[in-house]
């Protein structure tokens, strides 16, 4: 570790780069006025701050590279074609973040400035990329060295050092601290530097239990064979011949004399475990690995309810970046609320609220231009229209004029009547979900189609209700007292929909092909005469009440039809429900608030994390076919072993270090949801040592999530969230794993990790 100036990821010789590190003054561009800001990267090369123009003492605010999601150029933002008129297109550009933070919208004084910045960004987010988990630890101690030492004389005195321990999560004792001081002190000084620095902080960043299973395989003399890291290989499940073993030394052995010899010493043996091959989830299923040539009612496919929404549907903004931001993390079902907007041009938001409006045709732009970026399989419109007849007519117009080729509006040549088509024969293709008129099409203006499924299904619910209320829970009652007078209260604030949009347009109607949305029929009509075609929608009360009622038919309902789940209306702040009971029954588009954080979208991102995150995981066969036979059981044990480089929760408070624990929860079957907790490690967030087994028997282990949380132990108040990570039982590996900590909004918490041994047996 380099003392003084660090390379930013060895690109300091970039001129794009070497523009960044000086700094350039570039516009904020946030509303009708832009405010110029310094803006410089700092020289970890991982960080960029800004100040306001003229202010002497630098502005604290900074975000990481490794939080960007992407950077575009031009006026292609909201932001900017809102408010970016004033600036030329190609010296602006848009910093996506990932997570929930927005989009920072740039304008530099001229098109040079832009390109070094895009271009910059581009390569440090490349090479972030290809670094592997030793150098980005080595980048996180180097920030934090930068910011412990308060003098900047690339020195540490005992002080600093004490300030850098509290920085990264650890309370160490003074005695055990001034000691590891003193022994990395060659020159006697006090003082730490150079070499005695690099010695201090690889010394911190020891991995005791890593040190004791090389040691185990290795023997006593500390180095690994060929055939020793082939016994490691075998017991960890994976491919465990002589010839593997010798190409994971090739590939992680730091040291050329031992690479020559086939063998691997202990920093080599760290690296392979901290690497990709070292990771708890499949690296085949960070592709596309599943069957895709399957009807599309025997896939889970990933859905989002109210898309349009950056926050609750009463006062939220509505947003093409909402859009945006759920097609890039892979969801293939997007909703849109369509309104009668002004000047004949149809609007996108949630009715009778205060949420704002957004274009319709501005939607469509967006959904072309970002569809089929993050996967190639099928993007579903599902559309719940409250326009007339007119601006219905100009939405077939804008999807046909904008989407193109895209837009699928006949019938697969040769597709089987009896059976939807595959995501495979879908490919690059948008399917509208949505009313359709009765054959044959072309019917005059005017003609009353089936009422809106969602919404008939809302009134049918509020009828049913009424009927039940002696029934009813009283927990439910209240919820619909609230849900009616919130209702009430909002009518005023907003015309109601068009009169005719009971009716449909014949225009609109014609570019809704196989996702024809009709009221449910019942379980017993739907069965006795299947439609594929047709599909209804549900919210998550009607669908439970299916489940519990009727959840073996309901099942081979959707072995055959696709439908659609979404959460209740009178959810004010736009909650979400848990998506695995849904799941369960097989329903395939069960439609969550993406813009809500939570366990349940961590769920809905665990699910969809196999296949390539394509927005498409194949259920299992006993949910495809009622002729297949059941899961086999299966007993999974997870020893929880240490964490590392926890984040540390309150960055203001010097003193604040996690007291943490883990808890390992299980989301599948009823029978198998269960949970448990290792116990907690006081005032360590750097290296906490559990050693605890957590055991959990499994029924259905096919449908299963395994969610990891780590949270910081309060014995007065609610325990903090740290960070989790949610995955599939079936993308899980065996043996001793790295599990990489996300946060509430999933962005990644590198360097955290937990590291676990895991074993499964079927009984």
């Not at 003392?3 to 001129?15: A, F, M, Y």
């Not at 609220?353 to 469509?364: E, G, N, Q």
């Not at 077939?396 to 989407?403: F, G, S, T, Y």
């Not at 059941?630 to 590392?644: E, F």
């Amino acid at each position: 570790m380099e003392n003084g100036r660090k390379s930013p990821g060895g690109l300091t010789e970039d001129e794009d780069i070497q523009l960044m590190l000086r700094g350039s003054l570039l516009r904020k561009v946030k509303s009708r006025r832009a405010k110029e800001r310094l803006y410089r990267l700092q020289e970890d090369g991982m960080t960029v701050w800004f100040e306001r123009r003229f202010r002497r003492t630098p502005s604290k605010q900074i975000f990481s590279v490794m939080h960007i999601e992407g950077v575009r150029q031009g006026h292609q933002s909201e932001g900017l074609r809102k408010y970016g008129g004033s600036f030329p297109e190609r010296h602006c550009f848009t910093i996506v973040f990932k997570g929930k933070r927005k989009n920072l919208d740039l304008a530099a004084r001229g098109e040079e400035d832009a390109q070094h910045w895009v271009q910059g960004l581009t390569k440090l987010m490349a090479r972030l990329q290809a670094m592997n988990q030793r150098e980005k630890l080595d980048h996180w101690i180097h920030g934090i060295l930068q910011r412990a030492d308060k003098n900047k004389d690339n020195k540490m005195c005992f002080q600093e050092v004490k300030s850098m321990l509290r920085m990264i999560n650890i309370d160490m004792n003074d005695i055990y601290a001034y000691k590891l001081f003193k022994e990395c002190d060659h020159s006697g000084d006090e003082r730490l530097e150079g070499r005695e620095l690099e010695e201090f902080c690889r010394r911190l960043l020891r991995r005791p239990e890593l040190e004791e299973l090389f040691g185990h395989y290795s023997g006593e003399d500390c180095v690994l064979s060929a055939e020793e890291l082939r016994e490691f290989l075998r017991d960890q499940g994976e491919e465990a011949t002589l010839r593997q073993a010798c190409a994971i030394i090739h590939a992680h052995e730091l040291n050329e004399k031992a690479r020559q010899q086939d063998l691997m010493m202990l920093d080599g043996f760290m690296m392979y475990l901290l690497s990709a091959a070292g990771d708890i989830l499949n690296q085949e299923h960070t592709k596309v690995h599943q069957d895709m040539s399957q009807p599309l009612c025997h896939y889970f496919i990933s859905s989002s309810h109210n898309t349009y929404l950056t926050h609750n549907q009463i006062g939220g903004t509505s947003s093409t970046e909402a859009y945006v931001r759920a097609l890039m993390t892979g969801c293939r079902c997007v909703e849109l609320d369509c309104w009668e907007g002004a000047d004949g041009e149809p609007v996108i938001y949630h009715g009778h609220t205060l949420t704002s409006k957004i274009l319709f045709r501005d939607v469509i732009e967006s959904i072309r231009d970002y569809a089929f970026k993050r996967s190639p399989y099928p993007v579903i419109l599902s559309l719940e229209n409250h326009c007339g007849l007119e601006q219905q007519a100009t939405m077939a117009r804008h999807m046909k004029a904008i989407l193109g080729d895209m837009l699928l509006t006949q019938p697969l040549d040769g597709q089987d009547p009896d059976n939807l088509p595959s995501p495979e024969q879908l490919k690059g293709k948008v399917l509208v979900k949505g009313k359709k008129l009765p054959e044959p099409w072309g019917e005059p203006r005017g003609v009353t189609a089936a009422p809106d499924p969602e919404e008939e299904e809302k009134e049918e619910e509020k009828k049913e209700e009424e009927e039940e209320e002696e029934v009813e829970e009283e927990e439910e009652e209240e919820e619909r007292l609230q849900e009616r007078s919130s209702q009430r209260s909002l009518q005023e604030i907003q015309p109601l929909q068009a009169k005719d949009a009971s009716q449909v347009a014949p225009e609109l109607s014609a570019v809704v092909v196989y996702c024809q949305a009709v009221p449910f029929p019942g379980l017993a009509q739907a069965l006795q005469h299947p439609r594929p075609c047709e599909m209804s929608s549900f919210s998550e009360r009607k669908a439970r009440r299916l489940i519990k009622e009727a959840g073996p038919a309901f099942v081979r309902y959707n072995a055959r039809q696709l439908s659609r789940v979404y959460p209740l209306g009178l959810k004010m702040n736009s909650s979400n429900y848990n998506p695995q009971e849904m799941w369960n029954a097989g329903c395939q588009l069960v439609a969550l608030n993406f813009q809500t954080p939570g366990y349940e979208m961590d769920l809905n991102a665990g699910r969809f994390l196999g296949n390539g995150c394509c927005g498409y995981v194949l259920k299992p066969p006993f949910l495809r076919s009622p002729h297949v036979e059941g899961p086999r059981c299966l007993v999974l044990h997870i020893r929880v072993i240490t964490a590392q480089q926890l984040p540390k929760l309150n960055q203001e408070k010097r003193s604040s270090i996690v007291d943490p624990f883990v808890r390992v929860e299980i989301h599948g079957v009823p029978a198998d949801c269960s949970k448990q907790q290792t116990g907690y490690r006081t005032n360590n967030g750097f290296n906490p040592r559990w050693e605890e087994t957590l055991t959990f028997q499994l029924q259905a282990p096919e449908l299963a999530l395994v969610r990891f949380v780590v949270e910081d132990h309060d014995s007065t108040s609610c325990n903090d969230f740290v960070g989790q990570f949610t995955l599939p039982l079936a993308s899980m590996r065996e043996g001793y794993r790295h599990i990489h900590l996300l946060s509430k909004d999933g962005a990644s918490l590198s360097p955290a990790t937990l590291f676990v041994h895991v074993k499964c047996k079927r009984l």
